[in-house]
T-cell receptor, first 119, second 113 residues
Framework: GAVVSQHPSWVICKSGTSVKIECRSL??????MFWYRQFPKQSLMLMAT???????TYEQGVEKDKFLINHASLTLSTLTVTSAHPEDSSFYIC???WGGGEGPNQPQHFGDGTRLSIL | AQSVAQPEDQVNVAEGNPLTVKCTYS??????LFWYVQYPNRGLQFLLK??????LVKGSYGFEAEFNKSQTSFHLKKPSALVSDSALYFC???????????FGSGTRLQVQP
């Protein structure tokens, strides 16, 4: 089946540093990738939709300059949290789908998430 | 705007008993409904989906869900719960023309031996 690999799974860093999270589709070409954020005991909140070769579409309230998304190839999307601060600590999850159009049958496959802790 | 409601934060059930995890939705067009399961510090695993057709949808690990248009519900069910079913369950909806999913708040299922 379709596998999405997310790396790293856990990162701890100092306030002010930038952190890059990778999301890879291992056995399929992902035309669209989604980035979600999950707070403890809460649901997933969509941050942005990333389409290969074009700019990401950010949800309202998500800072584009803070959360940089790059989808340079059909198998890789990256999320960079710039100048991270403790309030950015969270669980970040990516998902990927393939195919064109807006068909509802496009499956989404999720990575295992990245737990980001900013000290 | 589309939304999903999971009214129960937690559901407790004894092993071997049937389980139900509730979900109601609100969309402007045709609803495309999904159930996912999440284990600690992991991403989401797909269980089942309703796109069209039969109201009773069968999915992975013995789970099934019943789509009820008049009640705008999509409850997750399993005839006999296992301890290993203990996890966090999310209901999600995808509205027509939008690829991203809107998730409910999640329901923690605890199956006691």
């Amino acid at each position: 089946g379709a596998v999405v690999s997310q790396h790293p799974s856990w990162v701890i860093c100092k306030s002010g540093t930038s952190v890059k999270i990778e999301c890879r589709s291992l056995d399929f070409q992902a035309t669209t990738m989604f980035w979600y954020r999950q707070f403890p005991k809460q649901s997933l909140m969509l941050m942005a939709t990333s389409n290969e070769g074009s700019k990401a579409t950010y949800e309202q309230g998500v800072e584009k300059d803070k959360f940089l998304i790059n989808h340079a190839s059909l198998t890789l999307s990256t999320l960079t949290v710039t100048s991270a601060h403790p309030e950015d600590s969270s669980f970040y999850i990516c998902s990927a789908s393939w195919g064109g159009g807006e068909g509802p049958n496009q499956p989404q496959h999720f990575g295992d998430g990245t737990r980001l802790s900013i000290l | 705007a589309q939304s999903v409601a999971q009214p129960e934060d937690q559901v407790n059930v004894a092993e071997g008993n049937p389980l139900t995890v509730k979900c109601t939705y609100s969309v402007s067009g045709n609803p495309y409904l999904f159930w996912y399961v999440q284990y600690p510090n992991r991403g989401l695993q797909f269980l089942l989906k309703y796109i069209t057709g039969d109201n009773l949808v069968k999915g992975s690990y013995g789970f099934e869900a019943e789509f009820n248009k008049s009640q705008t519900s999509f409850h997750l069910k399993k005839p006999s719960a296992l301890v290993s079913d203990s996890a966090l369950y999310f209901c999600a909806v995808r509205d027509t023309g939008r690829r991203a999913l809107t998730f409910g708040s999640g329901t923690r299922l605890q199956v006691q031996p």
